[in-house]
């Protein structure tokens, strides 16, 4: 390895020791007989100083001809100095070009030239070196980071379901078909049979990080074709009450870990975080029709799903009573996939729930069918073949305790709380309808 310490290992108390950093020229400045280099590596920016008397001839010319984000390792002594990003410089001893960067650029790094989201995507590499789009990323994991470990500590193991599967998830027909050998299969559009499978297995409580596939013609800022989710199920539940107290705990890990590790980053983004309160409110789909109807003037037939205005309407009306996360609960069974337990008081709803966030769902969830015959009537009342599930439908043959899960949308759920314009921000290499590259 290079020998080298990041930028945020620096300090003034460091003054007068000597050391080496790496990164890409961010900035080259000249200013008299003063030439300056700004160095960024992942945790910020390293002014290196170079006064033309003070210097080696040779190092003074290395800098003088190094082009904008080439690559460089630079040896010297730290100087504590006010002015300077972090409060230190670097005076060099040594500058070596590891890799010279072309010229010009596609894409303007320091953001002082604004680009479009195309352009930016075009040259993702480029845009993932502003530090307020990096930003996004180490957000990102430190909340999956948050997600995991919650998840260990309530007692949840760690699983990995296929990505090949040979029919539907969730019956529809929003499925990527693939070649695999002499058969048709297709990208998994969520580990959700399998989840319920392991149900009966003993392993009563499992989560995955999952990669979902949904040929989804959309092209809007909220939807993508491959989505990053947090998915679980858990077992021995009296209701799905049991459910969202698993989420609630999960999502006020996550955020907390964010703003107590992220802050840096959050101020980059111009985010202030608060971990929300427990429990959050529940409404039912009906209390939300009623609600919309009585303060927004929009009235929605009984049955339908909710649109998009709809769920904008409600979150301004959750917000101004001081809630941005809420659940939305029982809705109609005929809107909800097969699998979804009826409601224990009227057949006609369900043991559904979604979790909305600033007006948009990140999680839906359900409790889940565990009687076999009750789930084969359900199958066929969606028009879909017993046959096509008989592995999934062998798990509840032999046991399978009354169960429960969801799934939350990394990237929506990441969109919604660093108050990004378009989902593609909280993906590195977003696919869409019109975007397979980079």
């Not at 300056?36 to 170079?50: S, Y």
């Not at 930016?120 to 990096?134: C, F, M």
């Not at 109807?293 to 001081?322: S, V, W």
């Not at 199958?379 to 046991?399: H, T, W």
Request: charged share 30%; net charge negative; proline share 6%.
């Amino acid at each position: 390895m290079i020998e080298r310490v990041y930028s945020g290992e620096l300090s003034p108390e460091k003054d007068g020791e000597e050391v080496s950093i790496a990164g890409w020229v961010h900035e080259k400045r000249k200013l008299g007989g003063l030439l300056f280099l700004l160095v960024r590596d992942r945790d910020g920016i390293v002014q290196v100083t170079l006064p033309k008397k003070f210097v080696p001839a040779e190092v003074f010319e290395t800098a003088k001809g190094v082009s904008k984000e080439s690559v460089v390792v630079v040896k010297g002594k730290l100087q504590a100095m006010d002015k300077a990003p972090g409060g230190v410089e670097v005076i060099p001893s040594q500058i070596e070009v590891l890799s010279s960067a072309a010229s010009p650029l596609p894409l303007d790094p320091t953001g002082k030239v604004p680009a479009n989201l195309d352009t930016r995507l075009d040259h993702r590499v480029l845009d993932l070196r502003k530090p307020q789009v990096a930003a996004i990323f180490k957000i990102r994991s430190r909340a999956l980071k948050a997600a995991r470990e919650h998840l260990l500590s309530q007692g949840f193991i760690e699983v990995h379901t296929p990505r090949i599967i040979s029919t539907a998830s969730e019956g529809g027909t929003e499925l990527f078909p693939i070649s695999y050998f002499e058969r048709e299969a297709f990208l998994a559009q969520s580990p959700q049979l399998y989840k319920q499978m392991l149900m009966g297995s003993g392993l009563d409580r499992v989560f995955e990080i999952a990669t979902y596939f949904r040929a989804e013609e959309h092209d809007t800022i909220w939807h993508l074709n491959e989505i990053t989710a947090v998915d679980c199920e858990l077992a021995f539940i009296s209701g799905y009450e049991d459910v969202l107290k698993v989420i609630e705990g999960l999502i006020c890990a996550m955020i907390r870990e964010v703003k107590e590790h992220c802050s840096q980053e959050l101020e980059r983004l111009g985010v202030e975080l608060e971990v929300p309160r427990t429990p959050f409110p529940r409404l039912t789909y009906a209390e939300v029709l009623s609600l919309l109807e009585e303060e927004a003037n929009l009235k929605l037939p009984f049955g339908e799903d909710l649109t998009t205005e709809a769920e904008k309407k409600l979150g301004e009306i959750m917000h101004q009573r001081g809630h941005e996360l809420y659940f939305v609960t029982r809705f109609p069974l005929d809107a909800k996939p097969f699998y979804t337990m009826p409601d224990s008081e009227d057949p006609e709803l369900s043991a559904s729930f979604d979790l909305e966030f600033k007006g948009r769902e990140i999680i839906s969830g359900s409790q889940r069918i565990h009687d076999y015959d009750l789930l084969v009537q359900r199958i066929k009342a969606k028009g879909l073949r017993e046959q096509n599930f008989s592995s999934y439908l062998e798990a509840f043959k032999y046991g399978m305790p009354p169960h429960g899960g969801f799934g939350m949308g990394i990237e929506r759920f990441l969109m919604l709380l660093l108050d990004l314009p378009n989902i593609r921000e909280a993906v590195l290499f977003p696919r869409d309808r019109h975007r397979l590259e980079p």
